[in-house]
């Protein structure tokens, strides 16, 4: 639950509850950051949807108002769908698959991409939890 919260457009953190979970749970690694990276991929298919079925309201009432915002449209429609390999990140991540959803990207493609930059954050969160408690 909290990685599909944090993947929305409302403020939450899922890293610190993962490595909890991996350090209470050292056996389910991998079942941790395969729960992880499902909740978080469809918290950002919940933004996609937002942005593709929500587009007017949400730019006229968010994203009008925010330099940052016209600056990810910006590096949207110069990179394309290459930029939501940047999903994982804080700040932009989130935002950006809100614009990929009004930007019209296919769902198919956005869920690849973003599966894959969302698990390897959670993958490299793994590794590090556990080589830091494991020394």
């Not at 929500?54 to 290459?82: A, N, P, Q």
């Amino acid at each position: 639950m909290s990685s599909f919260l944090a993947s929305t457009l409302f403020p939450a953190q899922s890293e610190a509850i993962l490595a909890a979970s991996i350090l209470y749970q050292p056996s389910s690694v991998l079942y941790l950051v395969m729960i992880a990276s499902i909740g978080n991929v469809l918290g950002a298919c919940v933004n996609w949807g937002l942005g593709r079925f929500c587009s007017h309201s949400v730019e006229r009432h968010i994203f009008r108002r925010s330099r940052k915002m016209d600056r990810l449209f910006g590096w949207y429609k110069r990179y394309g769908w290459i930029t939501l390999l940047g999903s994982w990140l804080p700040f932009i991540g989130d935002p950006l698959t809100l614009c990929a959803g009004i930007m019209r990207e296919p769902l198919w493609r956005f869920m690849l991409v973003v599966t894959i930059a969302k698990t390897a954050r959670y993958l490299a969160l793994a590794l590090a939890v556990t080589d830091f408690f494991s020394n």
